[in-house]
């Protein structure tokens, strides 16, 4: 099965800040991987497809990056609505694995 | 709109069962593979299980193999999870979740979720 081991596990940033979160997939999975955004008490929300497609109605400021093992998310200027936890997915393969999370937390 | 409305969950006890239902309206039901994530109090997400388009293929996580089943009945629009041999680790809120139309294994729609807890 394909581990994702994502990075780091919280962090404080200021709204306007440029955030950056990294997963790396145990072996190459291409562009197969998904983010999702996760808000207390709400269902995961997908941000990014195919490691760099925006998802429809997904703002402009989310970008994704990476292929083969290494990926990462972007948040251009960091939003008082983007306080939340955010996962990575490998969807190359079924067991569809999950990151362990980044919470992003107000500085 | 697409929604996915969960149903089922509730208190066991360990060695017990439960049966989880999705009511899927507001898009092709038939045309898309559907999954079951779960996700700990607290804790991160994890897929649980997946079943075809079709319904002819299931798929299962190592942690569930043997003691979940997954099925789908295209007619009803409905998908169902059958939670046999319970344990206290399977206590979690069950998502139902639909796979994208443009990436296979990402879920762009998902139910409110459901709690299932597993406890004497």
């Known amino acids: 099965d394909i581990q994702v081991t994502q990075s780091p596990s919280s962090l404080s940033a200021s709204v306007g800040d440029r955030v950056t979160i990294t997963c790396r997939a145990s072996?190459?999975?291409?562009?197969?991987l998904a983010w999702y955004q996760q808000k207390p008490g709400k269902a995961p929300k997908l941000l990014i497809y195919?490691?760099?497609s925006l998802q429809s109605g997904v703002p402009s400021r989310f970008s994704g990056s990476g292929s083969g093992t290494d990926f990462s998310l972007t948040i251009s200027s960091l939003q008082p609505e983007d306080y939340a936890t955010y996962y990575c997915?490998?969807?190359?393969?079924?067991?569809?694995?999950f990151g362990q999370g980044t919470k992003v937390e107000i500085k | 709109e697409v929604q996915l409305l969960e149903s089922g969950g509730g208190l066991v006890q360990p060695g017990g069962s439960l049966r989880l239902s999705c009511e899927a309206s507001?898009?092709?039901?038939?045309?898309?593979?559907m999954s079951w994530v779960r996700q700990a109090p607290g804790k991160g997400l994890e897929w649980v299980s997946g079943?075809?388009?079709?319904?002819?293929?299931?798929y299962y996580a190592d942690s569930v193999k043997g003691r979940f089943t997954t099925s789908r009945d295209n007619s009803k629009k409905t998908f169902t999870v059958q939670m046999d041999s319970l344990r206290a680790d399977d206590t979690a809120f069950y998502y139902c979740?639909?796979?994208?139309?443009?990436?296979?294994?990402?879920?762009?729609?998902w139910g409110q979720g459901i709690l299932v807890t597993v406890s004497s």
């Open positions: 195919a490691a760099s």
């Open positions: 079943v075809s388009a079709t319904g002819r293929s299931t």
């Open positions: 979740a639909k796979e994208g139309r443009a990436a296979p294994n990402s879920f762009d729609y």
């Open positions: 997915q490998q969807t190359y393969s079924k067991p569809c694995s």
């Open positions: 507001g898009f092709l039901f038939s045309s898309f593979d």
């Open positions: 072996q190459s999975i291409r562009n197969y």
